[in-house]
């Protein structure tokens, strides 16, 4: 445990050294929806189609209250946490009543509600154009907006968002999640309420993606209409699978993959998708729990070369 | 004083009746078991005692209160557990999690529900542990429960029940697909709890439930065709033409 923090906490500063500080600042952005996500997909087994939703939603939300009441950050950042929540209470609370592929359409369909609600209500959301404009308000007196400040305020809040999520899945609810997602049939007996304990997940995934949408708003200056679309959702729940889905630090190696290829590569070449698919097909066909299972692996083959595969908490 | 009684209790699958008024009282403290052939209706009998299903028609009166169609989750609330017929654990937790997450149901309050570190629960995982001992699986705690053997497995599932501390417990056919060997081990398992918990039984094997049973329902074709003690079953000649056929001497 305290190895892997050291790992993170080596990342979180090395990282500025070598890449772009906006794009250091994505990576860890796009983590902490990643985050919020893993619960749902890898922990309870829900495979949320729809995740842009809530980054969307608490982007726009307080993208807006910023740029014309030019509210204070940690109010921007409480109100995008707090429409995260709500919206997926709202789409939760519906989805939950089905299981399966239903489930996933439910998601699915709720997004494309959300995202052409951006779409048409141009006076606020800007449509297509986006909304432009969004500030970047000091923090308390410090101001960031050198690039660097910003990573510095991104990487303390991911870094929280981290600590929050590994107490949440270390917790009777985080074992009750997974339970969920191992033998749904047998934790309703056990006495656990499914679908309301299926709700707490959605719940606390939106205030992750709530957080991740403001930070994402006030790193670019604007929501662009995709990041409530549902490429978004499918970029996020992609990120996750290569990381490795159902491991704490699964999401984070996932995003940072994900942006620096689609960042740094696509500057070179054009087609780099190619490369993300390829990644994607190697992972469901050989390493269902990602980079994490792929590392795992690579240690107990090295440290018994004919052992079997280390036995990971990753679902199959 | 009957602990659980049920009346004239119906389940219809379109045009099946898989369970057809019964009517079943099960004595506080006792150990009841439920046989019959093969597709009797015993185990939708059970998944109405748990709220897997609700019931057509009837009654189910538990410690004086009716509970027909109450869903599963707030069923265990008020101590009826089960275990089941096919095997039905958490594969990828650990065996003690298996467990304590039974116990950590049964909770009066549920603090630190998304906080609090699952392992600092003393109380709960002595609890855990303790049971585990019980059916002889606490030195493979941490292990992942599917990397037990079956018949382990089914000793799981019993654990698992047993940690809700129920007042009711269910047991569906606990030694299915054991070997003869495994099976006497779970006889004897099942032969500690009795008088500690009221259970009701059901199983296939007829001389564990003759040797074991307070009092024995016999179902055909959903409906009870005899009750009574393990002695008035055996002279039952209805019960034998149904379905201890050959088995029993004459």
Not at chain 2, 100 to 105: I, K, N, R, S, T
Request: glycine letters at 10%; charged letters at 15%; proline letters at 5%.
């Amino acid at each position: 445990m305290i190895r892997q923090w050291l790992a993170v906490l080596i990342a979180v500063v090395l990282l500025p050294v070598f890449v772009r500080h906006a794009i250091a600042a994505e990576i860890w952005i796009f983590a902490i929806f990643g985050l919020g996500l893993n619960l749902l997909m890898g922990y309870t087994g829900l495979l949320s189609f729809g995740q842009a939703t809530f980054f969307g939603s608490a982007a726009y939300v307080a993208g807006y209250l910023l740029k014309y009441y030019g509210i204070n950050v940690f109010l921007a950042l409480g109100i995008g946490i707090l429409v995260g929540a709500l919206s997926a209470a709202v789409v939760g609370y519906l989805c939950v009543q089905r299981s399966g592929l239903y489930f996933i359409m439910l998601t699915f369909a709720l997004n494309q509600m959300f995202y052409f609600t951006a779409y048409q209500w141009t006076t606020v959301t800007g449509g297509e154009d986006g909304m432009p404009g969004v500030p970047r308000p000091d923090v308390l007196g410090l101001d960031i907006h050198p690039p660097l400040a910003y990573y510095a305020a991104v990487a303390v809040l991911f870094l929280a968002s981290l600590w929050i999520m590994q107490r949440i899945v270390e917790s009777p609810l985080g074992k009750i999640l997974q339970a969920i997602r191992e033998n749904e049939p047998r934790a309703e007996a056990l006495g656990y309420d499914v679908a309301r304990m299926k709700l707490a997940a959605f719940v606390v995934g939106g205030a992750f993606s709530g957080l991740a949408g403001v930070l994402y708003a006030m790193l670019f200056g604007i929501v662009p209409l995709e990041a409530i679309g549902f490429v978004f959702s499918g970029n996020v729940v992609f990120a996750t699978l290569i990381g490795g889905s159902g491991s704490l630090y699964g999401p984070v190696i996932g995003s940072f993959v994900f942006i620096w290829l689609s960042e740094s590569v696509s500057a070179m070449w054009a087609r780099w998708p190619l490369l993300l698919g390829m990644a994607f097909v190697i992972v469901v066909l050989f390493f269902r729990g990602g980079v994490v299972e792929a590392w795992a692996r690579f240690w107990a083959w090295r440290a018994a070369p004919r052992a079997p595969a280390a036995q990971t908490d990753v679902p199959r | 004083m009957s602990l659980v009684r049920t009346e004239q209790l119906t389940k219809t699958f379109g045009a099946l009746t898989a369970v057809n008024g019964v009517t079943l009282e099960v004595e506080e403290g006792s150990l009841h078991s439920v046989i019959g052939p093969n597709g009797a209706g015993k185990t939708t009998f059970f998944n109405l005692l748990t709220g897997q299903h609700a019931p057509t028609s009837g009654r189910i009166i538990f410690d004086g209160r009716d509970i027909a169609g109450t869903p599963p989750h707030r069923i265990a609330h008020l101590g009826i557990a089960r275990s089941f017929q096919r095997t039905s654990i958490f594969p990828t937790l650990s065996i003690l999690d298996n467990v304590w997450l039974a116990a950590f149901a049964r909770q009066e309050s549920w603090r630190g529900l998304g906080w609090r570190r699952a392992d600092r629960y003393p109380e709960l995982t002595r609890r855990a542990l303790g049971v585990l001992g019980e059916v002889g699986l606490d030195e493979k705690a941490g292990l992942p429960a599917r990397a037990i053997s079956h018949g382990e497995q089914r000793q799981l599932e019993l654990a698992i029940a047993l940690a809700a501390a129920p007042r009711l417990l269910l047991l569906d056919e606990p030694a299915a697909g054991l070997s003869p060997d495994e099976t006497r081990k779970m006889v004897a398992l099942v032969q500690k709890l009795k008088r500690r918990y009221t259970i009701l039984l059901i199983e296939h094997k007829i001389d564990v439930v003759m040797t074991m049973s307070d009092r024995i329902s016999v179902m055909h074709f959903g409906s009870v065709i005899a009750e009574g003690s393990p002695a008035e079953i055996q002279r039952n000649a209805e019960v034998r033409r149904a379905y201890l056929g050959g088995i029993a001497a004459p």
